[in-house]
Each structure stands twice: as C-alpha cells, then as structure tokens.
C-alpha cells in the first residue's frame, strides 16, 4: 500500500521567513513523488516533481529515501506562497494511481 | 487549448437523486481520475481509468460508478445521492507513458446533497 503524510494541517509564517512542509511516505518500491499547490480559485496545479530536481518559484524538495521524506523548502517565503500544498506519490513502473497526503494550508503573513 | 473541462460546476441534490458528473481532455491523455476533496481529508480517489477500455476502484469507489466512455471522456455517476458525498470533485488527467508525468485537474465541481 501506498501512503502519504503530511503532519500539519496548518502553518503559518512572516514574510522573509523560511517555510518547511513536511511530506513523508510509506511505499516498498522506488516512488515518483510530486507536490501539487492550490491557489485560492485556481486549478490544483504541478509545482514540482524529485525526478526534475528544480526549483519552481523559489521552493525546493528533496527526496529522502533513508527517512522516507519529501519535504517541500522555500528559504524566504513570500506572501503569493499562500495556498494549499498537497504531497502525492504515485508507485511506479505500470502503477497508475496517485496518492495525496491531506494537505498543508500555508498562510504568508505580511 | 481546454484542457480538462468538467461540468457542471455548482449542484445541489437531495438525498436518494442521481445524477453524473461529466468530465473531458482534449490533450489525448490515456489516463483518467476522480478525486473528492474534503477539508482535513486531502484529496481521495475514486475511481481511475489506466487507459480507453479499463476502470478501477481508488480508495473511496463506494456510491459511485464510473463510465470512460472514450479516450477523451470519463464520467462519474452517483446513482442515490447521500449527505455523506458532499464533496469537491475534481477530474484530473495523465499520460503516464512516461514517468512521473504530472496530472492535469479540472476546474471542480461542488457537489451539495441535502
């Protein structure tokens, strides 16, 4: 089974300040693990994936495989970061379905 | 370019009603989602569609059923509408031919039953 956390609920930040959702997962094989971002009355929407190790709009996640983590960093947040992040892990290989964690509704304060 | 285009996008129901939830991509995607989206529960699926031809249970299948009546189109049917599905529903598309292809979303329908 395929299963993904995301401890916070809630999280909010100042302006400038460093953010850190955390996303950990429970999958047996090699995960391809993603997190997606809702803007408020937008489309859920890619922000990015562990395969393309980007950066997109200044955030960043790394794929932790000893600590079964993906957690998603931005070292200066900024207000337009507010939305809600969700985790997702899809297993690989001929497994189609993608798995969401529960979501982390960050909130940029000015 | 549409994208994923779902209708409708606001419906009210009383309880026992049916009703079906349309869903279309015009981005010749081979795979198919339902997802429900409610507050602290994240996003569940429902039903999926690997391909034209092929459906299975997600987390959440019970209460609905599923036709991907061609490539481009994929349907979700609540045949007695309950209380219990009020919800967020989001239709989403992929090519998985590739890895870790990202998922296309639709717009959303919010879904009230009384």
């Known amino acids: 089974a395929q299963r993904v956390t995301q401890p916070e609920k809630l999280l909010s930040v100042f302006k400038g300040a460093p953010v850190e959702l955390k996303c950990n997962y429970s999958y047996s094989g090699s995960p391809e693990l993603f997190w997606y971002v809702q803007y408020s009355r937008q489309r859920l929407q890619l922000l990015l994936r562990h395969i393309s190790r980007e950066s997109i709009k200044g955030f960043t996640a790394d794929l932790n495989k000893g600590e079964t983590s993906f957690h998603l960093k931005k070292p200066f947040a900024q207000e337009e970061d507010s939305a809600m992040y969700y985790c997702?892990?899809?297993?690989?290989?001929?497994?189609?379905?993608?798995?969401f964690g529960k979501g982390t509704l960050l909130t940029v304060n000015p | 370019n549409a994208g994923v285009t779902q209708t409708p996008k606001f419906q009210v129901l009383k309880t026992g009603q049916s009703m079906t939830l349309q869903c279309a991509q015009d981005?010749?995607?081979?795979?198919m989602y339902w997802y429900r989206q409610d507050p602290g529960m994240g996003l569940r699926l429902i039903y999926y569609?690997?391909?034209?031809?092929?459906?299975d249970k997600g987390e959440v299948p019970n209460g609905y059923n599923v036709s991907r009546l061609n490539k481009r189109e994929f349907s979700l049917r609540l045949e007695s509408a309950a209380p219990s599905q009020t919800s967020v529903y989001f239709c989403?598309?992929?090519?998985?031919?590739?890895?870790?292809?990202?998922?296309?979303f639709g717009s959303g329908t919010q879904l009230s039953v009384l």
């Open positions: 997702a892990l899809r297993g690989g290989g001929s497994n189609y379905k993608l798995t």
């Open positions: 569609s690997a391909s034209e031809g092929t459906t």
């Open positions: 981005m010749n995607h081979n795979s």
């Open positions: 989403a598309s992929s090519e998985v031919r590739r890895t870790n292809e990202k998922l296309f």
